[in-house]
């Protein structure tokens, strides 16, 4: 499944590495790509969607 968040807290790449290792906790086969320019995160998961939103934001990135 096809995911796409906006994360208007990913500032640095740093941030965008967490919010991946976030991702891949929760489904180590995902494709995780995080843009901190313009704030976006695309992902390929077989986790629903709520499950890897959680992730996200237990990881301290909220999604809008």
Do not use: H
């Amino acid at each position: 499944m096809a995911l796409e968040f906006k994360v208007p807290s990913m500032a640095c790449s740093a941030c965008a590495e967490k919010i991946t290792r976030a991702v891949m906790a929760v489904d180590p086969s995902a494709t995780v790509e995080a843009d901190p320019k313009t704030k976006w995160v695309k992902i390929e998961t077989a986790q629903p969607e709520g499950a890897v939103k959680t992730a996200i934001a237990n990881a301290g990135y909220p999604i809008t």
